[in-house]
């Protein structure tokens, strides 16, 4: 008997693990969300091992399975970015233990864990932020970025010259309070 009510516990699992990708079953798509940010492609999942490393996924796709008594799994399909260990992101994602114990959308702190250790402070200039939550800066490593031909295409009047300005103003901006840190202390 109690076996069975841990079970109906259960909203997500992970049923396959492949080389570039974490297949997940999630019997109830309205109890697997974050507050009130809906699930869709593109979104963040963690999967926990008995290890204490998190895998940090994203969902690529997914599908409706309906059993013959008219049952609804939804089967997502997520790309393993890299492993959350003791509060530091690692890219890449062939340490996790097997089997996994838990599947949850990821939080935005662990979103933010993803990108705020990628460049390091002495390189990094910020001008943008995460196109699917805006409340998570990106940093750039401005002297790759800097060091590297870009281009800025677009119609005319579509915001070209507005866009490479404010990237500029950004990293002198961005620099010039870091240099007066450094000379002040």
Not at 112 to 118: A, F, L, Q, R, V
């Amino acid at each position: 008997m109690e076996y069975a009510k841990e079970e109906e516990q259960i909203n997500a699992q992970v049923i396959a693990v492949f080389p570039d990708k974490v297949r997940i079953v999630v019997d109830d798509l309205e109890d697997f969300k974050v507050a009130e940010e809906s699930l869709k492609v593109g979104s963040y999942v963690k999967i926990a091992d008995n290890e204490n490393a998190i895998l940090i996924a994203i969902i690529e796709n997914f599908q409706i399975s309906v059993s013959t008594h008219g049952k609804r799994d939804y089967i997502i399909e997520a790309f393993p970015l890299g492993i959350l260990r003791d509060g530091k992101f690692e890219r890449g994602g062939d340490s996790l233990a097997i089997p996994p114990k838990e599947v949850q959308p990821a939080t935005i702190a662990d979103i933010k864990k993803i990108y705020e250790d990628s460049v390091p402070k002495e390189t990094r200039f910020l001008f943008s932020t995460l196109a699917s939550n805006e409340n998570v800066p990106v940093p750039v490593n401005g002297n790759k970025f800097f060091n590297k031909h870009i281009a800025v295409v677009g119609s005319t009047g579509s915001g070209k010259s507005h866009t490479l300005a404010t990237i500029i103003q950004r990293a002198v901006k961005g620099k010039t309070a870091t240099f007066h840190l450094i000379t002040r202390t």
